[in-house]
């Protein structure tokens, strides 16, 4: 079975950073696009960044020039690089791929 699983997430201070990852257990050079998710409590998930096969990537506005999206084909995996956080940022963060699905989601907290 084709999944997707997160690693990265924590603990952080405001203006701290993070790098979270997403392994893809199948090749991912064929996936047209990958997603970044959040969901914080009380709240709808809602889509952080999108990255395509040819590298072009998109943000939710209060994330741009903070956050970085990145995919190595190489070792199926993606990458959200988290700076500057803040306590809004709070969230489960999921990876997510049209063609396999969500994964389980990794704990991101900000807090002093």
């Known amino acids: 079975q084709v999944q997707l699983v997160e690693s990265g997430g924590g603990l952080v201070q405001p203006g701290g950073s993070l790098r979270l990852s997403c392994a893809c257990s199948t090749i991912i050079s064929t996936l047209v696009t990958m997603h970044w998710y959040r969901q914080a409590p009380g709240k709808q998930r809602e889509l952080v960044a999108t990255i395509t096969n040819g590298g072009r990537t998109s943000y939710v506005d209060s994330v741009k020039g903070r956050f970085t999206i990145s995919r190595d084909n190489a070792k199926n995996t993606m990458h959200l690089q988290m700076n500057s956080l803040k306590p809004e940022d709070t969230a489960v963060y999921y990876c997510?791929?049209?063609?396999?699905?969500w994964g389980q989601g990794t704990q991101v907290t900000v807090s002093s």
């Open positions: 997510y791929s049209p063609s396999i699905g």
